[in-house]
């Protein structure tokens, strides 16, 4: 049974003076969820969202927002981004040594927890604590920035994770952020990646957000059915 296909801009290339209005405008255009790109300058060379910023987002739109932390220390900033009105933490694997305790932590404040491997990170990271996830995010770009290449190269970490997952019979959901658009999400849903995020692509389409996210849409689900 496929899981279903659900497409999720990055805000990093929207306009950062008007990121209100941008939320809204996603909204409308009829995406699942809108990521945060949390980076705090350390874990990747970039600097974003604070969790002011999202708050002062949160109360204009109802779509559902997920905090994809990309720093070197997220225990100590796990509620101040579910204050911020986050339902969704997603952890880089590389910057927790006790990831079961803070997936734990995450679940105990009543947010779901994600977990985020880099393309260099095996899926044994997270092969004992799929229990505890509700979604997995393969990267499909190293982070830190938007616009850059897809590495395909994951397809095949993403077929392994879907197999552990099934094997498993988890409810898990299998996210990739990276490099994501019309010419390389068909391959990602193939894979059977079912959440995608997609920023500068999503972004670059002509017709506009909503025409981008049908289209992302449509062409991960004919992908995914095979
Ligand atoms: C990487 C970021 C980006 C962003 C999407 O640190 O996480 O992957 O979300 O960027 P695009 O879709 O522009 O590659």
Known sequence: MNRPIEIVPSVLPADFSRLGEECVALEAAGVDRIQ???MDGNFV???????DVIASCREHVDVMFEAHLMVANPDELLHTYIDAGCEMVIVHVE?????????????DLGCSPAAALNPSTHLDSVAHV??????VLVMTVNPGFGGQAYIQSMEPKVSALQGLISEGGYDVDIEVDGGISSS???GAATAGANVLVSGSALYKYSEGLEHGVRDLRRIATEAQSG
């Open 95 to 107: 910057t927790t040594p006790h990831l079961h305790r803070t997936l734990g932590r995450i679940r």
């Open 36 to 38: 945060w790109d949390v």
């Open 45 to 51: 060379p970039n600097l974003t969202f604070g969790p």
């Open 184 to 186: 390389t999400i068909s």
């Open 130 to 135: 799929l229990d505890m996830l509700d979604m």
